[in-house]
């Protein structure tokens, strides 16, 4: 079953690592790993583009079917193995709405951590770096993570981001937050955040899929200290 799909994907990035999860959730071990290689443009090789014209990961094909772009991927693989491993998607009407609420609500979060500082820092020559503007987006990063704060502390300690099990809300944030910690995000100021983000790390399928060179390099830029 898992055998025959591969999975393309760039360690560190935040969309190939969702489908990762779910792989693992859904006991897809054995799947083909294709690890690529950003700096070396690996991205646009023949393969990939052959797969995917957009030239990008993560990219994913099981037997004749391929499919691109992250959330995709997830929707495809809880679809085929909806009743295999961890239910990613309630099914209960309320829950499932809730769920895809925050899925599609980590779109917010992805874009006051990753878009406003990551890339503009990424962007910008260090010279160019206007700071009242990186403050600026700093303190928008600031607002949309105790918008977050709030979830979690209503929903109580021990819990995910929606009830008590693990879903494909916290395939979409978790990783969004993993990212920013590995950036010098301190989570002290968002207690609730700061224990979830302790208890996943634990989480057999988050330790699996733990991107290799985080664990081989240190933390690069710092991209979130004042946020």
């Given amino acids: 079953m898992a055998s025959n799909m591969v999975l393309y994907w760039g360690s560190g990035s935040v969309p190939c ?5 779910v792989l693992e959730e859904k006991k897809l071990q054995g799947y083909g790993s294709k690890l ?3 700096s070396k443009k690996e991205h646009k090789t023949e393969e990939v583009l052959k797969l995917n014209p957009r030239g990008q990961v993560p990219t994913f094909k099981d037997g004749d079917v391929v499919v691109n772009e992250s959330a995709a991927i997830c929707d495809y693989l809880e679809y085929k193995f909806a009743d295999q491993g961890t239910s990613l998607l309630p099914k209960d009407a309320a829950q499932r709405g809730m769920v895809l609420q925050r899925m599609h609500e980590a779109q917010n979060l992805n874009k006051g951590l990753i878009e406003n500082v990551v890339h503009y820092i ?3 020559k260090p010279e160019d770096v206007n700071q009242e503007h990186l403050n600026e987006k700093k303190k928008e990063a600031r607002e ?3 918008r977050w704060e709030e979830y979690m502390q209503k929903q109580g300690s ?3 981001v929606v009830g008590k099990e693990f879903s494909m809300a916290d395939v979409f944030v978790f990783p969004l937050l993993a990212f920013a910690v590995r950036g010098k995000l301190n989570l002290d100021p968002f207690p609730g955040l700061k224990e979830y983000y302790q208890r996943l790390e634990k989480r057999p399928s988050v330790k699996a899929t ?3 060179h985080w664990s081989e390099e240190p933390a690069g830029k710092d991209f979130f200290t004042g946020v």
């Fill in 210 to 212: 733990w991107p290799p």
């Fill in 122 to 124: 990424f962007r910008t």
């Fill in 144 to 146: 949309e993570l105790k």
């Fill in 17 to 21: 690592w969702r489908p990762m999860l």
């Fill in 36 to 38: 690529i290689s950003f």
């Fill in 158 to 160: 021990g819990t995910y």
